[in-house]
Every structure is written in C-alpha cells, then in structure tokens.
C-alpha cells in the first residue's frame, strides 16, 4: 500500500520548509513567534498559534527525516539520525543513558506511543507544595480530551503482543492493577518499529500531525538551525541567534541566522531548554534554572519465557501495572509504573551486557525474552531533588544526576516486583539487569540474591527516555522559572512550553501531559497576542 508523502506534497504546494545546511550567506528571519524545538511542546505550540493566523517560525536542531526514509526499519539509521548524540547522551558521569529524540517531531518522532493523562495525584502535588495554579484535574480535563481526540489517542484494541502478555498475565495471577495503554495512532499496522519512526504514518506524531498543519497555515519550518542564545536586554525578548549546521546535522556550517520575533517559546524539551536559558544568560536571580531535572530513571529485568516472545514485533507498549505506583501516597517510598519496552537486537545487546560466548547465548535466546522495566517517580520528596543541567565550555548540556538512597530503595522494590510477576507469567529463569545479577530459577532463589545486590551505579543498568523539569513553573518566582501559564517570570516575552516546566516528573510517559499542557498555555498566549 501506497504512503503518502506528506512532506514532498506539501511543499510542491507552497509549504515552507528550510534546510539550514542549505544557507550560504547569513539569513534573517522575522516572525510573530519562534518556537525553538518542534517536539511535543512546539508542535502543539506552532499548531495553536498559527491556526489563529500568527506568523510562526518553527526552529529545529535536527533534520527532517519522514516516513519514506523510516522504511527500512533499521535500528543504527535510526539512532543516528532521529536521537540526541546518536543516542549515545547520557549523564554526566556516564552512569545513565537518555534516550531522547532529535530531529522535526522531537521525541514524538520515536517514542513507543504511550499517551497517559497526568495522574490526579500529581497535579494535586504540584498545586500543594509548587504553588501551581490552573492545571488541576478538573482544569485539565478538557485539554486532555480535545488532544486525544485530535491525535487519536485510545485503549490499544488488539490483542497484546506476547511481550505485554507476560505482564499483564503475571499482574492477573498475583491480583495485581493492570491496564491497557492508550496509544495516539490512526491505521497501525502493528509492526512494532514505532522507536525508529513509523514507517507507515500511523503513528500521529508531531511530524505527521500538527507540524504538517501548522504549515500549510503559513508556519515556516527551519530544520538542521541550531539556536545558541536567546537575544534579550534583561526584561524584553528580541529574538534569537543561531547557526546552520550541514548535512550531517552536527557541524556547524559558520552560516549564522538571525530571528526576530515578538514573543520566543523554548521548547527543545528538558536538557535542551535549561541549557539555552544558561547559555542566554537570562535572570535567574534564584538559581532555579537546570535545578530539579528529573528522568524517571528505569531499571529492568530479563526473562526467558517458555513461549515465543519475538519482543520485536507488535506494538510496543500496550500494558501497563500502577499496582506500586501509588499505594504509599505521593511522598511515601519511591512509586513506580511497570512496563515492558521493545527489545531489538542492537539495543538488546546493551542491555544483556554480555561478552563473548555468553551474549551469544542471550542474544540466541532473544525471540524467546521478555524485558520488564519500571519507571520510578522521582521528585516527590527532598530525598529525591533529581538532577541538574549545566554547560559545558562550548555551551552544550551536560546533565548532573546523583543516585539517593531514596532512589536506590525504589530500585531494588522494583527489581523484585518485576521479577515476582515474571515468575507468575511463567518464566523459566529472570536476570535483573546488574553486573552482578545472574539467572534465577525460582520466585524465592529470585528474592533472596536480589536482596543482596549492591546498589551502585556502573552496577546497575538505568536509563531513561523522559526527561521532566530544569525549567519548573510556579506561581512563586523563588522556586519557578515561569509562571503556571509558562511565561517567564523576568522576561516578558519568553515562555516555555515543554516538559522542563514540569516541578516534578508525573510517574507515567509524559507525552500527552506535555500535549494537553501546551495546548492550554499556548491558547492562552494566543489571547494575549491577539488582544
């Protein structure tokens, strides 16, 4: 069956797309907005704004890569092109690996398609102890029914993929929460690549959806435009400088750009948008700025199941547990969700951690493993301050995240939670995934060693794909960089509209959290523009 080519169609009829590798001589753009980052946030954003006749300028650091070149369904095309530092970023210390997407949609472009609303217990944090205001679950509620119906969120209805089966049968067996996961896709084939792009547009992405209308309501796309600072004289915006990078979407070309605008919105997601405000020396009169990043760090286990698993295939993420999220309040020990993500031989062979004859073996054995991972909810309490982004000499992110106790606890919960269900799935043998974890046979042998380990980083295996706060909103400017509505709260005109305004990661994948927010925000800066 035939994809249409979205892009290819859209600028044959006038779209404006620039390719910054493409500039020759320094260029100066001019709009009533720019938007840096073209991921949840700026999609949203570009989409409000221009719809109510706005010129927006849409600024992407990475490429514009769609579905004719996803088709492949290769893993090292797609860590290369669509993910920050070839998916190689991680923490400063090198503990803990950040998957995080980089090119037009941003990480929408390569998530799994998991679409939660923000748990009521999390908003009813922030507004307690953040001084938050006007995005409670009641004020939320419309904004995140108008976005799954725009980008066609629901209840996966297939059948799980055996992957997600084992979870939802261990959960079944010990009498656990399950449910399923809501997914934004339209026409999915089911095929399980969506972390390398969807080859097939069913995914509804930013690059498939929003991006795509925003354009052809005028919006200019500036792909490969890396933006280095935000122009400002300490109380008013002016605009933005950036550098074209080439072909390869990393080298600067020494063509710069200029932009002005009226009103800037940051929203190359959490790293990326603390570390442009540092580098753009705006006021932060509270050293707030890159304070409080979180990660929900994600450990995991592995499994070898009696049935064929063939982890691969299938739509990803279907189901989820909340059994440990929640039932120690908010601030009780470290809650976690439970999931299962994708194995693919690439990635796989990471997460085994083997050498030699023994990766053999594991790798061998993949069509018949399962990986169970739990994303802890990090944030709540003062023993889990999260991380800081700071910069390096050349002005790029560099992402500080010290491992507490408190987090350390929540691993080892997690690590015997995941295991327990493993078990009751049927598992013949589960392996945490720590230097020092070997294959347990049994529930009770399973238990015991896991209570021994030693928690330390380097020992475990954490990474993580959601990145959450740097940037905090509160009404309170001691302890926020913007305001409730994401404005600035010392440059009139700078708002940022992703998820580093988060004050606190949310404890479930965070698209739709940051969709349903910026829908919110940006249509209230709309009011205020066109007023």
Known sequence: MPINDIYGAGIASGWKVLDAATFTTPRTLEADVAIVGSGAGGGIAA?????????????????????????????ARAYRELYQEAAARVTSDGAISI??????????????????????????????????????????????????????????????????????????????????IPRNVKGCWNSGYCGLGCPVN???????????NALARGATLVHRLRVRTIDHDGRVVRGLTGDALGQDGYTPTGVSVSVRARYVIAAGGAINTPALLLRSRVPDPH???????????????????????????????????????????????MGYKLEVPPMFPGISAGVFNGMGQALQREMTALPHTNAMLALLRDGFVPDSPGGRVKIADDGSPILDYEVSDYVWDGVRRAYLSMAESQFAAGALRVRPAHLDGNYYTTWAQAR????????????????????????????????????????????????????????????????????????????????????
């Open 99 to 180: 998957l995080q997407g980089r090119a037009v949609g941003g990480s929408t472009t390569v998530n799994w398609s998991s679409s939660f609303r923000t748990p009521p217990q999390t908003l009813a944090h922030w507004a307690a102890e953040h001084a938050v205001t006007g995005h409670s679950q009641a004020d939320m509620a419309p904004w995140f029914a108008q976005i799954e119906e725009r980008l066609g969120m629901a209840p996966w209805a297939m059948d799980p993929n055996p992957n997600n089966a084992v979870l939802r049968r261990g959960c079944e067996r010990l009498g656990w929460e399950w449910h399923v």
């Open 47 to 75: 989409e409000v704004l221009s719809d109510a006749g706005l010129t927006v300028l849409l600024l992407e650091e990475g490429g514009l890569h769609t579905s004719d070149s996803f088709r492949d369904m290769d893993e």
């Open 448 to 531: 015991e060693a896991i209570g021994q380990l030693p928690l330390k980083t380097f020992r475990v295996l954490l990474f993580s794909a959601h990145l959450m706060g740097g940037c905090a909103m509160s009404e309170d400017p001691a302890r926020g960089v913007v305001n409730s509505a994401g404005r600035h709260h010392h440059l009139q005109n700078l708002y940022v509209f992703d998820g580093s305004a988060f004050p606190t990661s949310i404890g479930a994948n965070p698209q739709l959290s940051v969709f349903a927010l910026t829908a919110q925000n940006a249509s209230a800066l709309r009011k205020t523009i066109m007023a």
């Open 287 to 333: 050293d707030r700025i890159g304070q409080r990043t979180f990660i929900h760090p994600v450990n995991l286990n592995i499994a070898e199941m009696p049935e064929k698993i063939d982890p691969y295939y299938g739509a990803p993420q279907s189901v989820a547990s909340d059994h440990f999220q929640w039932r120690d309040g908010a601030t009780g020990p």
């Open 202 to 212: 069913a995914k509804q992405s930013m690059l498939v959806s929003t991006i795509p």
